[in-house]
């Protein structure tokens, strides 16, 4: 599924056309690789996108290759509250998250939950490229979920940027239980950036509600702490409805001091759809 903003018309459709192919060796190892041509709206944009290679080595674990569009496993820890559609801050325009640490072209990324009952451990590593990427970036995580219900993870990592002066610490935590019909959530993400003015704490809280097997609702809200200015906080409502093989989704959310500007508010909402089938189960920020 790709979401695209347009001017004017609020019709979309969708730009881009994604070739996948997979095979099983001789050990049971299997290795696949997927890649996306993408029509951008202007000539310089429209090229081989979103492409990656998975091993899958089974009980040793699964490592993927991102030559481009990858995000790594401490990345995705950034705001993991439960939402039936978009994250709180999502969909306003100059509204600022996080940093998202080591993430980007020619990303190593490594997932394992053989290891232990109810354990994830996750390892990142961008290596060194001598220009952009100076320094090689590291990052690992463990995610939790021996309890029903309960999900648990940590993270730290370093995104090398370009020297020293570019550095970032990237500190993760979030936990969420979910009993019966009903969520919760609550997220942390930290960094600590060498680069003055630079620090953001991201602060989540979000509940949601199964009406029925087809329907869901939430509220989420956030506070984004940035060195220097004023903290911006945001609430968002979402609900999704499954009608067969599609899933309409749709989140109206509120931030105020976007960006960290004092009295910079800003409303924003988005809808989406797309077949179940679209739905992307991999680690991609959408």
Known sequence: ??????????????????????AE???????????????????????????????????????????????????????????????????????????????????????????MDGVTIGLDYIPSDGADQLLSSTA??????????????????????????DSDDVTAFNVTYAMDAVSIGYSSYEVDSNAASSDTTLTAFGISYAVNDDLSVSVNTSETDIEGSTTQEAMGISASLVVGSMTLSANHNTVENVGGTAAKDRTGYATVACQNADREAGPHHV
């Open 25 to 115: 060796m001789d050990n049971g190892w299997v290795v696949s690789t997927s890649m996306m041509i993408d029509s951008g709206d202007n000539a310089g944009t429209r090229n081989i996108d979103n492409r990656s290679m998975t091993i899958d080595m089974g009980d040793s674990g699964t490592l993927t290759f991102y030559g481009s569009a990858g995000s790594s496993n401490i990345s995705l820890m950034d705001d993991t509250t439960p939402t039936a559609g978009e994250e709180s801050w999502d969909d306003v325009s100059g509204a600022t998250a996080h940093s998202y640490g080591p993430t980007g072209l020619d990303t190593f990324f490594y997932q394992n939950s053989s290891l």
């Open 140 to 165: 690992a995580t463990i995610k939790y979920t021996g309890i029903d219900g309960l999900t648990v993870g940590v993270g730290m990592g370093e995104d090398n940027g370009e020297g020293a002066a």
């Open 1 to 22: 599924m790709k979401k695209k903003t347009a001017k004017g018309n609020g019709w979309t459709m969708n730009d881009t056309i994604t070739f996948a192919a997979s």
